[in-house]
């Protein structure tokens, strides 16, 4: 029979990538480790781990048991919130992505209206970058995230929250070029852009290849902080959905220009599609949609406008 310890054994193993590892971060010694592991398969009537001497990996069924197993575990864990969501003071705990870019000026004005708003709701928060934070959705390792998308897509578990507009992203402003960029003469500049898939990136690729344009790009990275580096070095310009740098400790300098004509990303909260979202998760993803109202209001960052219908 299969016993939730064997799916927790089995997700730490495949975590870990070998059995030493595992029995040291499971505080499980590696030879009753070895044998759940030998329960599990028996149980399933399937191979689960590739065993080596580099360590171990899923085979096919393990990767879905793996998928299934994280899913399994993380609503069993949702069960007490879920239990107490019957009413009463919304309590709980609940996981919040952030792409880096939004969270360098939303993450600080959410985590204080959460605190005032829901006092009793801890809240877990991840930054990285919007596929990494879908794909984690994807896998129920967090309950929401604000990603960045091209434009809203119907039928998709999307709410959008607002536009953002595009900035060429450089040490100085371009002689001419002090209230706007030209799409062109971005193309002309050597770029430090996003990797595909990327959603920023598919939005220039696409209005580049429309223009005509085959723009200069000489390094491609996922992170802001490794693109913020590279253009502080020289490098190159970069294009963000960023245009106002006070938040970021040493980056004050930078110059941030609209591209004209304008490029936008949609800033999207996304929801773990694959469990019910308990009360907290819905009261985190009601805040933000607040927290974003007033923010558009009473002083919104550069560039943020309102989703047009």
Known sequence: MIQLRHLRYFVGIVDAGSLSRAATTLFVAQPALSQQMAEL????GVAL??????????TAAGEVLYREAQAI????????????????????????????????????PFIEACR??????????????????????????????????????????????????????DRKKLPGHARSVPLQRAAELPLVLA???NAL???????????????????QTNQLSSMLAAVHSGAGATVLP???FTALLGRGTLAATPIEPPLH????????????????AEAVRALLASVITRLLRDKAPAGMEPVQA
């Open 41 to 44: 398969e028996q149980a399933l």
């Open 49 to 58: 781990l590739h065993r080596s001497a580099r360590g171990v990996r899923p």
């Open 73 to 108: 575990l993380r609503h069993v864990e949702k069960l007490p919130d879920l239990v107490r969501d019957s009413g009463g003071e919304i309590a709980g705990a609940v996981s919040l992505g952030m792409s880096s870019t939004v969270a360098s000026y939303l993450a600080g």
């Open 116 to 169: 005032a708003a829901l006092p009793r709701v801890s809240l877990s928060l991840v930054t990285d970058d919007s596929l990494t934070l879908k794909s984690r959705l994807a896998a129920h390792g967090l309950d929401l995230a604000v990603v960045f998308e091209p434009e809203p897509m119907p039928g998709q578990p999307l709410m959008p929250l607002f536009r953002q507009r595009l900035y060429l992203v």
């Open 195 to 197: 990797g595909a898939p």
């Open 201 to 219: 990136r598919r939005v220039l690729d696409r209005a580049f290849t429309d223009a005509g344009l085959q723009p200069k790009v000489v390094v």
């Open 242 to 244: 960023l245009g106002d």
């Open 265 to 280: 990303l949609t800033a999207c909260v996304a929801h773990d599609a694959g469990s019910a979202p308990t009360r907290a």
